[in-house]
């Protein structure tokens, strides 16, 4: 099977400008969550979407925005770019819901690399 | 704040077990403890989680002290490929609305020699 997918794999930018991320869950997941992981620290909690809705929220400025589709798959968006937004944006899906016991183990993607110049 | 302690760094022999400790002093009755490990620029991956038994699976066993207050994975038969960054994790359970999010410390990392 098939498991988190995130394109695209790295990306260049300069600050100011805008970027969008995907991710594609695991196949049956309906909740994702997005982390950032700057180098030589642990990822770091962005958002988390389940059903279409905003379930968490980290620390992070309004500039950082998301959005999760019919199909569960996932959009992260950083507006005015900065230098310090150079980091690895790590995607992770799980099955999550309260009816669902030992389900909630979270599985992350590859990443995006991202490089603002 | 990450509710765990970890060593920085270990290292371990390769075909040895590694012993990797957590301590989780203050870890509430509905928290599970989650193991995770990094390899080098690619995305967390989840190794094994418990509650208060000791558990086990093809990459590793978990064992949970009875006070559940500190924890350590162990990988039996550690091979060069085991070399990366292990993160231990404590969080609630399903059914709670902040079940989904992680809280990752600076994790340990675990160099295997030949």
């Known amino acids: 099977d098939a498991g988190v997918t995130q394109s695209p794999t790295h990306l260049i930018k300069t600050r100011g400008q805008h970027v969008t991320l995907r991710c594609s869950p695991i196949?049956?997941?309906?909740?994702v969550s997005w982390y950032q992981q700057v180098l030589g620290q642990g990822p770091q909690f962005i958002f988390q979407?389940?059903?279409?809705?905003?379930?968490g929220r980290g620390n992070f400025p309004d500039r950082f925005s998301a959005r999760q589709f019919p199909n569960y798959s996932s959009e992260l968006n950083v507006n005015a770019l900065l230098l310090g937004d150079s980091a690895l944006y790590l995607c992770?899906?799980?099955?999550?819901?309260?009816?669902?016991?030992?389900?909630?183990?979270?599985?992350f993607g590859p990443g995006t690399r991202l490089t603002v110049l | 704040d990450a509710k765990t302690t970890q060593p920085t760094s270990m290292d371990c022999a390769e075909g040895r077990a590694a012993n990797l400790p957590c301590n989780h002093s203050?870890?509430?009755?509905?928290?599970?403890v989650y193991w995770y490990r990094q390899i080098h620029s690619q995305g967390p991956q989840y190794i094994i989680h418990?509650?208060?038994n000791n558990e086990t699976n093809e990459m590793a066993s978990l064992i949970i002290t009875e006070d559940r207050k500190s924890s350590t994975l162990i990988l039996p038969h550690a091979t060069l490929r085991d070399t990366a960054v292990y993160y231990c994790?404590?969080?609630?359970?399903?059914?709670?609305?902040?079940?989904?999010?992680?809280?990752f410390g600076s994790g340990t990392r675990l160099s295997i020699r030949p």
């Open positions: 203050t870890i509430s009755g509905n928290e599970y």
């Open positions: 979407y389940y059903e279409k809705e905003e379930r």
């Open positions: 992770a899906s799980s099955l999550v819901g309260p009816a669902i016991p030992s389900t909630d183990t979270q599985y």
């Open positions: 196949s049956g997941h309906k909740s």
């Open positions: 418990g509650l208060k």
């Open positions: 994790i404590v969080r609630v359970g399903p059914g709670y609305s902040s079940a989904s999010k992680i809280i």
